[in-house]
């Protein structure tokens, strides 16, 4: 059995024995309860309660004052009964890979929010780091940091998109840094102290990220959920005709954001890499290592297809890379699309990626997994990667862009990363 509970000026919300309970604090005449397009409560009881049989739902919470909508409030809730998560997995380490532990404990969290015009609150399951302190960023800045599971940002403004991230850090172990010097013991651009060194320096966890939509006072904002709306209900911003099947893609692109690299083995006879010169995330661009684009449709029928690419790679004598030799073409049949659910309004897929330098000699491969559930009132995505090179993944409708997720390493020196550093991360809107 499960407990837990989050209290905010607006809400207080238990979970327990399988049961949610939402108590709405805002005093009103009536309530008004969407789960997501359905109506489930009106009355006057300011309390709603129901079984979760669900991982994750979203409700939107109507209160009313003689029949005037007064304030619209939207929780976005998880049920860790119906997923890997207890309480004692998450408080106990009981030896094994800690790096694969705490990946794994990232991949099955997902963030709860209850936004307002008020704010956003953020909640989450304790994820160990190494000195206790969650990073929070909203739009990709630093905004905050807590010893907390919990953070409210007040700073908002009704009908803006917000994509908030808990960051989580970690330091390897000894036998963790014992066994990753043994598994690069062929990567010769470093002497063995110079190698200890740099994995000492590690740190290694991942992303919790979300995106909302803060709602408006009003009707709109409480019969609908703008935020999916936006992008996988409304053709109408691409004039697009209604008998048209709904349709999106999901777009992951690993890519080089600087002119060169050096080579991460020399003794291949390249000093340097041919980069995409590309620092910013982009939804349409060409400028990529790899892409892989699944095509999808919730309907006339349901159905996945997986497109991709893979881009020339070039060496050079210079970082400036003014002059450039083709090293070859690496094959596309590291990414494979493997299908878990093709069926009307449920789609889930996992896309697997392994993609090698095509040089000779040992070369690590650019290495990533994603998994997506889809429906047209949720997104969710898990995954781990690579922490090199850049790594972005986009979602993309005729009406909009919408980043899922991205990670930029932070200088060349990353790169050496390749050889065996994951970064975990999970999303959910």
Known sequence: MLTSAQDTEDVAIKKENNILTINIKKEGEMYKVFKDDTLVYEGEKNVFSEKMDYSQQKYRIGIFEDSRLLEVIQVNIRNDENTKINKSRINNFNGGNKRQYIGDLIKETKLETITSTSGVTLNWNKIPDEDGVYEIYKNDKKIAETIDLSYTDSNVVAGENYYYTVKIKNKLTEEEEDQLIRDNKENENFSSEELKEKVNELRYGGTLNTLVKVPDNNKQYLENDLLMDSFLND??????????????????????????????????????????????????????????????????????????????????????????????????????????????????????????????????????????????????????????????????????????????????????????????????M
Not at 248 to 253: I, K, L
Not at 307 to 320: F, G, K, M, Q
Not at 345 to 371: F, K, M, S
Request: with cysteine.
């Open 235 to 428: 053709n109408e911003k691409a004039n697009i005709a209604a008998n048209v099947p709904m349709f999106f893609d999901v777009t992951y692109r690993t890519f080089i954001p600087y002119n060169s690299v050096e080579n991460p083995n020399p003794f291949s006879g390249a000093n340097y890499l041919k980069g995409d010169n590309r620092s910013s995330f982009q939804a349409y661009t060409d400028k990529y290592r790899t892409e892989a684009r699944v095509y999808a449709q919730f309907d006339y029928p349901p159905a996945l297809k997986l497109w991709s690419d893979v881009n020339a790679t070039y060496s050079c004598e210079t970082s400036t890379c003014q002059d450039t030799n083709y090293e070859g073409t690496a094959s596309t049949s590291g990414i494979d699309l493997r299908i878990v659910k093709e069926q009307r309004n449920d789609l889930q897929w996992r896309v697997i990626h392994g993609v090698p330098i095509p040089l000779t000699g040992p070369y690590p491969e650019i290495d990533y997994g994603y998994a997506v559930q889809a429906s047209p009132n949720h997104f969710s995505a898990v995954g781990n990667h690579d922490e090199a090179p850049n790594h972005e993944l986009w979602l993309n409708s005729p009406g909009e862009s919408i980043r899922i997720y991205g990670f930029k390493v932070a200088s060349k020196k990353d790169f050496w990363k390749l050889w065996g550093i994951k970064e975990s991360w999970s999303f959910d």
